[in-house]
């Protein structure tokens, strides 16, 4: 790619990262509003979360009135950090029997009371003929525009689902987004966004499809993390130009399963690495001269995406990593300038110019600024690292970064 492309693609990441994690938006309103066919009476009870039909959507479990003034406990499905069910202390106002209320979250078992200091949510129900609009609002303070438009989305398809429970009288499970075949959609569309800052060609095709591969083997590697901590469900989600996001089923529980679970994106594809390496050499000892650099180019995408992940910054694998394992700000601020020392002397020996890895420099640097402190504080403290783990999420740092690392130079040698 050219300097220009490179910075157009550079920059245009850069300001989308802005706006979706770090832009403040203020006090926001959502609002999302249907015409279902139902009795208002029915819809009522579903809604409210000491109705008949409250756990109509398997959310909700239960819920006890605590006092006389609105105050309630409300136990829900989702799972939490120690596989209980997660409970939430809510106070209930404005209650309309039948027509509305507001609902304001005291307490949580999962996430630190800050998280819901501006919260709100409320729900009305208006006759409309023969039917009912049902209108849900949700009002908070936000930093960003991903979460807000999550919640939008949320209550969109709360509302669909609520329509097709009114109908059916069941609950459909899941939803298009999530769905595997939406994914590959995802990851096919991402591929071809990519597709022209590689040339419109079959080579840059090529490029494109190798990149989305590369991500999506990454995340591969997040989700099996998930799944061997204790995770009963794990899955990928797909966000076009920008990769992927691996969501485990239940919050982190200690600080070795953050850095065990950040780490194993870049572990993963350490193991295919130097099997790609080694195909690669014998497709071209073969004479399979085209297989030999497609392959080659396979290892040096996955290496250089991968180490590039390791890079000290706030939210990116290598961030996540050594803010578990480093005892203090100042062996944290030591080990993130010698990982991001050697990520950039490894730049230089692969025949990057220093020029841009200068720049290389400023954007991590810019993205640590960008996402620092942008993580949800959980309710309690995580369980401490101890001193054997620390020192073996160290050392698989090290190997991670030593094979990437290699197969870095190595590709460059072969391709450049």
Known sequence: MSVIVTIILVAGNLGLIFLLMTVPLGLRTVRVSRVIKADRKRLWQALWPFGSDAGWSGEIVCAEPLDGEGTALIKLSWEGRDGRPIERK?????????????????????????????????????????????????????????????????????????????????????????????????????????????????????????????????ELGHMAAFRLAGHRRARMIFIPLLGGIAIGGRPYDSRFEVAFVALMGAGFSAFLVPLLIAASGFANGEGHRLAATLLATLAGCAALFNIANLVPVWKFDGG????????????????????????????????????????????FSMLSLFTVGSGVRPRHELKPIHAFDRLAVAGALLAVFAIHGYGVLWAAAQLM
């Not at 009114?166 to 994914?183: C, D, I, L, N």
């Not at 220093?354 to 720049?359: G, M, T």
């Open 320 to 363: 996540q990593v050594l803010r578990q394992i480093c005892p203090g700000p100042i062996a944290l601020a030591l080990a993130s300038f010698l990982l991001l020392s050697a990520l950039l002397a490894l730049g230089w020996r692969a025949g990057f110019s220093p020029r841009f890895l200068l720049v290389a420099g400023a954007v």
């Open 90 to 218: 809510a106070r209930f106002d404005d209650v309309a029997e039948g027509s509305c209320f507001s609902m304001r979250v005291i307490d949580d078992t999962a996430l630190d009371p800050s998280f819901w200091a501006d919260y709100r949510e409320t729900a009305e129900l208006v006759p409309d003929g023969d039917a009912t609009r049902v209108t849900l609002t949700q009002t908070d303070r936000y930093r960003g525009f991903a979460f807000l438009i999550f919640r939008y989305f949320a209550m969109r398809r709360e509302l669909g689902k609520l329509q097709v429970w009114a109908t059916t009288g069941k609950y459909r499970k899941g939803g298009w987004f999530e769905h595997p075949v939406s994914q590959i959609g995802f990851a096919l569309v991402s591929a071809f966004i990519l597709w022209p800052f590689f040339g419109l060609n079959l080579g840059g095709l090529a490029l494109a499809a190798i990149l989305t591969s590369v991500v999506a083997l990454h």
